[in-house]
């Protein structure tokens, strides 16, 4: 199981503190592989952050809309999700409808056809 977690690095923002929000979206026992560009940051990361997102959106009994999201938002086995980047600097995941919810672009996780049916499976099992 994969995940692809990314954000853009606007001018505005110190590259240091975009770090900070997609690596705190991260499980620090995770083996993830890190790529810092000029304007982007990505993290490929696997099981234990996937384990640790799905926890954060059960906590907040955000099930229902990410079961929803990943009914609507499921392109060719890919699936995309975003989350507002000021809430992840401080260790909260808050999904966004719409890039326009995260005032600073959001963070986008992208998972493979493996996460994407470990996803629906607990959380199905969950309700």
Known sequence: ????ISSRIYPSED??????????LTDSKDDIKLEIMQDLIKVEAGELTLKKLLRSIKDKDMTSLMLRLLNEGRKGGRFFLMLNKQAAFVNHVVMCDDPQESPLGPITVEFDNDAIKYIINNLRNER
């Open 1 to 4: 199981m994969k995940l692809y």
């Open 15 to 24: 590259p240091e503190k975009v770090k900070k929000a997609v690596i705190n």
